[in-house]
């Protein structure tokens, strides 16, 4: 069963760092991209960062030079590396991974909570 296990979510004051990972499994194919979207309250999803096989990376404007995006190949892990928070950042973070059979699959989300 594919599954993705996300972690490293929680409560930062401004200014502070967070670090998510995520791990796929369950599939013999290979992951082709991975990434990360989120969600604040009344906000659509968004593209945060993502990431192909080969370590080409994109993020939105809002996080570019604060936050960066990297993966285990090895592990089929994705990390978030998210520096400088500002009560902006505040949403549920989810993870995807796009497999070449099988498409892609999401993982449960984790909340990340910027605030004083």
């Known amino acids: 069963q594919v599954q993705l296990v996300e972690s490293g979510g929680g409560l930062v004051q401004p200014g502070g760092s967070l670090r998510l990972s995520c791990a796929a499994s369950g599939s013999r194919f290979r992951i082709t991209a991975m990434g990360w979207y989120r969600q604040a309250p009344g906000n659509e999803r968004e593209l945060v960062a993502s990431i192909t096989s080969g370590g080409s990376t994109n993020y939105a404007d809002s996080v570019q030079g604060r936050f960066t995006i990297s993966r285990d190949n090895t592990k089929n892990t994705v990390y978030l590396q998210m520096n400088v928070l500002k009560p902006e950042d505040t949403a549920v973070y989810y993870c995807?991974?796009?497999?070449?059979?099988?498409?892609?699959?999401w993982g449960q989300g984790t909340q990340v909570t910027v605030s004083s």
């Open positions: 995807y991974a796009d497999w070449n059979v099988g498409g892609r699959r």
